[in-house]
């Protein structure tokens, strides 16, 4: 099983340096592309180099304020419908090629809806090569004799690169021919006929300055980004016919630079433009495309093809790649050709076009969005978070957009009338795009070495040879590295044999003098030839040195003025940065000004409403209160009234009995008077009341000094029962005839629960203010009950009502119709039933508490 590997924490950050003050906007430019019939009507136009008009087609009318809407949109530079492969490369791809050969990043791709001429830009046509082949032959044509030879640079599987020495570059070379299929196509094979147009180019552009003293390898990959996974297509996958495997998608990662790569991706070393366009053409047949209503051959999928260059500088001698990682440079160069953004009811899609189309969609709105939260934090200074990760294509390029080079975009667009709403669209995201700046990366640190060393080294190998042939030694073939002594050997007269046989041979020794003193001789010439050399080589030594020196001072003043120039900028620099510092600070003085009086603001705004609350509260409250007291004046006013009509009735009332008396006393007298003195005295008036009926007088005439009535206890229905009489202690006495009184009752100033054990029934004696001012008298009877607590418990049952009015001279004096006036003095009377009876009872059925009897104390009504 294997072991969880713990995450190792982040090391610091090893990003190329990019300078922050410095920033380019992305290029956006536009290229419209012809038309499929001439019959067809187009909606796009052609303004200047700079700019396009876009209106609504004759079946689409916009109106805007009753006028026909046309918009314009400006670009970097925009190509019409008879620009040339070549002409576009020049102006968009050229300089990418550049800085990638002088070590920096950049990314081109192409955007679209659906047919607009994409993949025809990126890849082209049989004789007219696209963008991708051309900065393919650039790349080629400029570093073509400076490449270093296979596996000598070895990228890793970190996105990074080692660079080997010559041996283990021979053992992998030799490893890799020994292989049945070679990985990578050979330059000596033909070229295949089906691209052969595609890089045949003529023009054979180069870039001017490059760095002879390095060595450059070019490594491509080719990746695809279908629904939202990422493939490689240059994996090679064994073919199983019964049971094939579907390609796997890969995984992207950070490396220790914070910079995003496809892990596990097939990265090809290759030697030259037919080389490199194979690899492409290889990967191309795998991608996956469909057809359409709107184009036979539509892409399905993202495709991205990556140039990685590795250059290192040679060692000091121009022989060798220096061999330090450090002094490694590796450049990218990103070519995307991006699947056109599609509406389905248009394309007609179903199944897996809907879904592949749904993907496409929505990758492409969130590289959209990435560019307004871009957008918007550059402009408004906000610190959004970028949503690179929502689709892989953002996030596998979110490095360039954060400073790691630069970025281009070719908006190609379709005039046809039925593109009119999807062009729409385009235009407003390569609008917004434009506004969008990305932080400038700076130039390479120089190596330190000494320029032009490669050369150098080959203009004394050629000297070397020179000089060799000039003295006849061999310089090439077998014997090309013979010793200096082998050909100094070479150069001398053979020796004679030196075998003596007799005693008396005087030719050997002679023939051996002979020579020795022969190669004496040439030895001494050779001697003073070498001090002639060395000593021309002393001077051309000193030459060569004096001329180091003079060009050294050169250089050195050289430098000293660009130190100069570069102190001056520098100064002013810290002037410009004090200044923006000034200006900030005033800037953020400001702010918190403002941001202090918006406070004041808003606290006054506050104190404003809250008072304005106040004063309508306070005026609600004021009528409230006015209403109130009307009320209060309205009641007290008519309960005054009703007081005073009720003691002028009453002070009436006593002044009629008053008159009453003296008029009975009148009466007798006047009987007394006329009545015969052999009969009793009696009272006429009664009598006469006797025989008819009694007609009301206009005023009732109690007699006032008649005996005291007795006070009549009213006797409870339950009178035989138990009571407990709750009286409390604020009730009031009344005068009323009618007095609630129950016999055998318990009275108590509070409930208790001892009194209601003794008892079966209960009632409450409950006074309160009626509304003309009189005391109104509830009795409030119940029925006692025991709990299953062991408590008591009261159910209300009935409640009677005593109420006491005054009289308020509703009393009329009756006559008869034709009343005689001999008589009225005689025979007319006071009624006196209302005043001695001025309680009557009503019993009326119905309680809220259960049925009873409520006594209402009404006056009687009087009889018309």
Known sequence: MKAARAKTPRRPALKKPSNPSLKDPVGVYCRVRPLSRPDQECCIEVINETTVQIHPPDGYRIFRNGEYRETQYSFKEVFGTLVVQKKLFDVVAKPLVEDLIRGKNGLLFTYGVTGSGKTHTMTGSPGDGGLLPRCLDMIFNSIGPFQAKRFVFKLDDKNGVDVQCEVDALLERQKRDAMPVPKTPSGKRQIDPEFA?????????????????????????????????IYDLLEETPFDAIKPKPPQSKILREDQNHNMYVTGCTEVEVKSTEEAFEVFWRGQKKRRIANTQLNRESSRSHSVFIIKLAQAPLDADGDNVLQEKEQITLSQLSLVDLAGSERTNRTKAEGNRLREAGNINQSLMTLRTCIEVLRENQM??????????????????????????????????????????ESLQVMRFAEMTQEVEVARPVDRPLCGLTPGRRFRNQAFREELSRKLEMRGGPINGEREEQSVSEMFLQNFPPLPSCELLDVNDDQTLPKLIEVLEKRHKLRQMLSEEFAKNVLAFKTML?????????????????????????????????????????????????????????????????????????????????????????????????????????????????????????????????AIVTEPKNEKPERPSRERDREKPVQRSVSPSPVPNAPPVRLRHRRSRSAGERWVDHKPPS????????????????????????????????????????????????????????????????????????KQESPTGRKRRSSPSNPDPAEDAAESEWTDVETRCSVAVEMRAGSALGPGYQHHAQPKRRKP
């Open 197 to 229: 147009d595609m890089i045949n180019m003529q023009d054979h552009c180069k870039v001017e300055e490059v760095d002879e003293d390095n060595v450059y390898s070019v490594f491509v990959s080719y990746i695809e980004i279908y629904n939202n996974y």
């Open 731 to 802: 009730n009031l006495p009344t005068e009323t005839v009618m007095q609630p009184h129950v016999p055998h009752a318990i009275t108590v100033a509070a409930a208790s629960e001892k009194a209601l054990a003794k008892c079966d029934k209960y009632m409450l004696t409950h006074q309160e203010l009626a509304s003309d001012g009189e005391i109104e008298t509830k009795l409030i009877k119940g029925d006692v009950f025991k709990t299953r607590g062991g408590g008591q418990a009261v159910q209300f049952t009935e409640i009677e009502t005593l």
């Open 542 to 670: 000193q030459e060569f040195d004096s001329s180091v020196v003079s060009k050294e001072n050169y250089i050195q003043g050289k430098l000293s003025e660009k130190e100069k120039t570069i102190t001056g900028q520098k100064m002013e620099l810290e002037r410009l940065e004090k200044k923006i510092k000034t200006l900030e600070y005033k800037i953020e003085i400001l702010e918190k000004t403002a941001t202090i009086y918006e406070e004041d603001k808003r606290n006054l705004q506050q104190e404003l409403e809250s008072k304005s609350q106040k004063l309508q509260r306070q005026a609600s409250d004021k009528r409230r209160l006015e209403a109130r007291l009307q009320g209060m004046v309205a009641e007290t006013t008519m309960k005054w009234e009703k007081e005073c009509e009720r003691r002028v009735a009453a002070k009436q009332l006593e002044m009629q009995n008053k008159l009453w008396v003296k008029d009975e006393k009148l009466k007798q007298l006047k």
């Open 380 to 421: 408004y200074g906000t610190n959004k978070m970028v949503p690179y990760r929502d689709s892989k294509l953002t996030h596998l390029f979110k490095n360039y957009f954060d400073g790691e080079g630069k970025v281009r975009m070719i908006v190609c667009v379709n005039p046809k009338a039925e593109d009119y709403e």
